[in-house]
């Protein structure tokens, strides 16, 4: 089992930024990690993925501008978001996926407004 928290989000100017964070209940060693996001009447999209290799994913819209890390040390996984734009409004959600089973957070909200 393991158990995501979510912190960081907030409200900024477009253009600013934030940096959100996931702390894991348990070691993240053996664990993919990921940023979603789902805004208002959408479906929930992935935004950035970290693998336990290190290897990471980004969606369109934010390459460039966000950036996925993580700390195993300190069971956290971090998304820096840079030049935010309000079509980044969203609650945005952490994942892991644990040998074959997947967990969620609960979500921040993080409104950008124009």
């Known amino acids: 089992q393991v158990q995501l928290v979510e912190s960081g989000g907030g409200l900024v100017q477009a253009g600013g930024s934030l940096k959100l964070s996931c702390a894991a209940s348990?070691?993240?060693?053996?664990?993919?990690m990921g940023w979603y996001r789902q805004a208002p009447g959408n479906e929930r999209e992935m935004v950035a993925v970290?693998?336990?290799?290190?290897?990471?994913t980004y969606a369109d819209s934010v390459k460039g501008r966000f950036t996925i890390s993580r700390d195993n040390a300190k069971n956290t996984v971090y998304l820096q978001m840079n030049s935010l734009k309000p079509e980044d409004t969203a609650v945005y959600y952490c994942?892991?996926?644990?040998?074959?089973?997947?967990?969620w957070g609960k979500g921040t909200l993080v409104t950008v407004s124009s």
């Open positions: 970290i693998l336990v290799s290190g290897t990471t």
């Open positions: 994942n892991a996926v644990k040998w074959g089973v997947e967990y």
């Open positions: 348990g070691s993240l060693l053996s664990t993919n």
